[in-house]
Nanobody
Framework: QVQLVESGGGLVQAGGSLRLSCAAS????????MGWFRQAPGKEREFVAS????????YYAASVKGRFTISRDNAKLTVYLQMNSLNPEDTAVYYC??????????WGQGTQVTVSS
């Protein structure tokens, strides 16, 4: 059974930074693409970033490109999201997810990020 646990959320002022972590219990973690998503109040969940199994390929939503960086440490079974130059529009619950069989089938419980103006 796959378990994903996010951490690192919190309250930060606009222009600040946070680093989110997602610890996985998945066997063969290094075989899977991983992604970060977010859901703001009253909005649908949206894609933020993803990373290939070995970290060689990364993808970002246009709204975060150049400010956020996704990375992973397969030895630690962990994926990270470094978030810089945060603005109030980044306020959301952030979820990590594991992509198996072409779908994000496994999700963490989420971590709240709040950016004050």
């Amino acid at each position: 059974q796959v378990q994903l646990v996010e951490s690192g959320g919190g309250l930060v002022q606009a222009g600040g930074s946070l680093r989110l972590s997602c610890a996985a219990s998945a066997r063969s973690f290094s075989r899977y693409y991983m992604g970060w998503f977010r859901q703001a109040p009253g909005k649908e969940r949206e894609f933020v970033a993803s990373i290939s199994w070995n970290g060689g390929s990364t993808y970002y939503a246009a709204s975060v490109k150049g400010r956020f960086t996704i990375s992973r440490d397969n030895a630690k079974l962990t994926v990270y999201l470094q978030m810089n130059s945060l603005n109030p529009e980044d306020t959301a619950v952030y979820y990590c997810a594991l992509n198996s069989d072409g779908k994000y089938n496994y999700w963490g419980q989420g971590t709240q990020v709040t950016v004050s103006s």
